[in-house]
């Protein structure tokens, strides 16, 4: 995962450094979400795929939240009725 740097990143509406989770706290809620709520997701092979381009996109900001919709991309990508909100061009 890609390290916050204030001077590179730059910031979306209402984000601050406040936004950046630990994995352990990512893991946390994925699992507070996906079963408690039995939520459809992906195949790990899916989700790592699509993590692949969430790390290598510019959109991708504090190294968890996708500048373009808000969302930690690591929930986001797990999720079978999700997809990315690039503009234009979805990128999975």
């Known amino acids: 995962m ?4 204030p001077e590179r990143e730059e910031t979306c509406k209402g984000c601050s450094a406040s936004v950046v ?3 352990e706290e990512i893991a946390l809620l994925q699992k507070l979400h996906f ?3 039995q ?3 992906v195949t790990e092979e899916e989700f790592e795929r699509r993590m692949g381009q969430c790390h290598g996109c510019q959109g991708l900001q504090y190294g968890t939240t996708c500048r373009y919709c808000g969302c930690l991309v690591a929930i986001k990508a797990k999720l079978l009725s999700a997809a990315c909100p690039f503009p234009y061009q979805p990128k999975w």
């Open 39 to 41: 939520m459809a997701v």
């Open 35 to 37: 079963e408690q709520d």
């Open 2 to 5: 890609s390290e916050f740097t």
């Open 21 to 23: 989770l630990s994995e």
